[in-house]
């Protein structure tokens, strides 16, 4: 019997490594919220600063020719996003599809 190759990546492991680095981004952005929420002092709160933090999305995408990524139609929609805007956009690898 050959020694199976416990370095290689399993199907159900590469979804529960998905799964869990969106989980990791999401409670990063939560982390940074709360950061910016303690370091206002109660009544003094940047409502600039707020406004903003309700005007993100966290979704994932895959990278099309060029360097392109497309923003998803819901996320569009709800942050009023059309052709022509500026928007900043924060990039976290979550899976590579090529070979090494």
């Excluded at 490594?17 to 990063?28: D, M």
């Excluded at 707020?50 to 999305?57: D, K, V």
Aim: proline share 5%; aromatic share 4%.
């Amino acid at each position: 019997m050959a020694d199976e190759d416990d370095s290689a990546i399993r199907p159900p492991d590469v979804f529960k490594l998905f799964a869990e680095t969106g989980e990791q981004a999401v409670e990063t952005q939560q982390e940074l919220f709360k950061q910016m929420l303690g370091a206002a002092s109660p009544g003094n709160i940047d409502m600039n600063q707020l406004g903003a933090m309700s005007q993100t999305a966290t979704f994932k995408t895959r990278v099309q020719s060029g360097g392109r990524i497309s923003i998803p139609d819901a996320e569009r929609e709800t942050l009023d996003i059309e052709e022509g805007d500026i928007v900043q956009a924060v990039v976290l690898p979550v899976k590579r599809n090529r070979e090494e």
